[in-house]
């Protein structure tokens, strides 16, 4: 029980509305952003949202987001087995659009993400605990958009990015292999171009 894949489909629902001059309010709802949480048997979160916020300047355009999406299950089976599952995923990410000149242009985000799940049943008397003490991540990007000549666009980008998690057990869960400490990084540097023909357009990376 709880570590069933909660298959929410790729539909989701989304709007944007602009407030007064450069400032705009978005939100989006059921879109699923990915998570380790099926692999350390915790819930998948559900019932995820988006709020967004923007302001345009005049060659800066700004951008906010809070992400959360969370699940919580309960199972009793008679007197013997009772079983509490949860979890949880929060991201916070800003980013930024600059307009260097006419033609160049370089865009950036950064964004934050903390996951939560815990699992606690008892059986027969013995209570047993799988938590995480926070998950978190980290995650960098950025590119650029620069004019070369008249028909090709040149698209340099670079990204990194850090996950961490700490699984702690109690019980009958203390000495399994999916307790301890978890880590993953990554680092990408590509370039791509973009060539204007007269009748289309070749994109190359």
Known sequence: PGTEDVDLGTQFLGINYKIYRGLSLGLTLNRMASTDFNYYRFPTPINPFDFMASYDFEKLHLGVSLYHAGNKQEYKNGVDYTEENSSGNTALTGG?????????????????????????????????????????GIQFGARG???????????????????????KGTGDEAGYSTTGDFKESFFLVALGGNLKLDKGMVVGG
């Open 145 to 167: 958009f620069f004019q070369a000549t008249d028909d090709f666009q040149m698209i340099p980008l670079v990204a990194f990015g850090s996950e961490s998690i700490s699984l």
């Open 96 to 136: 930024f659009v600059f307009n260097l000149m006419e033609k160049h242009e370089i865009e950036g985000m950064l964004r934050l993400n903390f996951d939560r799940g815990k699992i606690k049943y008892t059986d027969t008397g013995v209570t047993s605990t799988l938590e995480t003490d926070g998950g978190n």
